[in-house]
């Protein structure tokens, strides 16, 4: 017979105690946390593991087969181009939940949102705009997954960073005294494979360790970056007046030249930490040495940074944009 394994309860990953450098590793099998979970959640210190996409396709797959409730959790600073392509996968019903509104400004309302958001074609049972940091909508959340579950399971999918090991850490927090943490982090791939949670006798939630977008910014700078980028606060917006010839540069990683068009209004939507600068763009070469995208825009149309957060733009013009060559680039129309 095959012995049961145990597995951590931060990550989810198969527990051994035979190889330090494989996953998993722990000195005492007992403890129920694998080292690399017990080092980010004691000292904070994190530690990448690359995961394949094709194995959380496999994981999308196989709950699809299922009629439970989807929680597909989105990060609102950075929504997916195509948020039906989870269809392909998962034709249960499926709550989709905006996460992170925090970081969003508070003028913008939630209302405003959910219209842009139905707007690009919806096909979700509902939809949330929560923040599972500041624990803001997460009781109208439960009483979503409440009326639309279908029995007491409640998988939780998306892309990883969303914050879905997150929610469930604040609805285990709130709604139960199950004691259990899982392990957060602002890496990518923190879970490592699907965790079983009972959140009541009525709801049982499956964290899953989430699909990574290569194209994400996050994959491609060290730590000391990565905390700069991700937005702990509010995002004060900063608006720029820029004639062509003019370019903004964002926190040394990314540089917009506007090349062509009137004298045109820029909104930088990025974390607070970042600085943005203005200058004339024929006098520097500051970046230029990135991969550089040429985009034309329409009127009230937002640069997309993937991993960073958005350029709001008012009139039509020309930009060149220079920016990391996996990092991805591209244009919608306003969020805000
Ligand atoms: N600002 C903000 N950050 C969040 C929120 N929820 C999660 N995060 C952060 O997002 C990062 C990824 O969270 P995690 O739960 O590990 O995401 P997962 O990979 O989807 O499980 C961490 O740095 C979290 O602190 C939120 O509501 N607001
Ligand atoms: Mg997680």
């Known amino acids: 017979m095959d012995e049961i394994k145990k597995t951590c309860r931060g990550c989810g990953i198969i527990l051994q105690d035979d190889n330090m450098t494989q996953e998993g590793y722990t000195t005492d099998i007992e403890n129920d946390l694998c080292q690399r979970c017990f080092r980010m959640k004691n000292y904070g210190e994190y530690q ?34 195509d948020l039906s392509k989870i ?9 989709l939940v905006l996460n992170k509104r925090d970081v969003l400004p508070k003028s913008v309302s939630d209302e405003k949102i959910k219209e842009y958001i139905e707007s690009l074609g919806f096909n979700f049972e509902d ?31 998306g892309n990883t960073n969303v914050g879905k090991s997150s929610l469930i850490n604040k609805l285990l927090k709130n709604y139960s005294d199950n004691p259990n943490e899982l392990t957060i982090s ?6 490592l494979n699907k965790i079983t949670i009972e959140l009541s006798d009525t709801i049982t939630l499956i964290d899953t360790p989430g699909l990574v977008d290569r194209e994400n910014l996050v994959n491609y700078v060290d730590n000391d970056i990565l905390k700069k980028i991700n937005p702990k606060k509010e995002i004060k917006p900063r608006t720029y007046q820029l004639r062509p010839n003019q370019c903004l540069i964002i926190g040394n990683l990314v540089r917009l030249d506007y090349i062509e ?9 990025v974390s607070n930490s970042l600085k943005v600068k203005r200058m004339n763009a024929s006098k520097r070469e500051t970046l230029k040495d990135l991969n550089k995208t040429t985009i034309d825009l329409k009127y009230r149309e937002d640069i997309v940074i993937n991993g ?29």
């Open 186 to 191: 602002p890496l990518p791939s923190t879970t």
């Open 261 to 269: 068009g009137e004298k045109n209004s820029f909104t930088v939507y």
């Open 308 to 336: 960073l957060g958005w350029v709001k733009v008012i009139q039509n013009g020309k930009v060149d944009v220079y920016l990391n060559k996996d990092v991805s680039v591209y244009t919608r129309k306003s969020l805000i």
């Open 48 to 81: 990448v593991v690359a995961k394949s996409n094709d194995e959380y396709i496999e994981i999308l797959k196989s709950i699809g087969q299922t009629k439970d409730l989807v929680l597909y959790i989105v990060d609102l600073l950075n929504l997916d181009r």
């Open 127 to 157: 939809i949330a705009i929560i923040s599972a940091n500041k624990n803001y909508n997460i009781d109208i959340l439960l009483n979503k997954i409440k009326k639309y579950q279908t029995s007491s399971k409640v998988y939780i999918v």
């Open 87 to 95: 269809r392909e996968y998962i034709p249960n019903k499926i709550l």
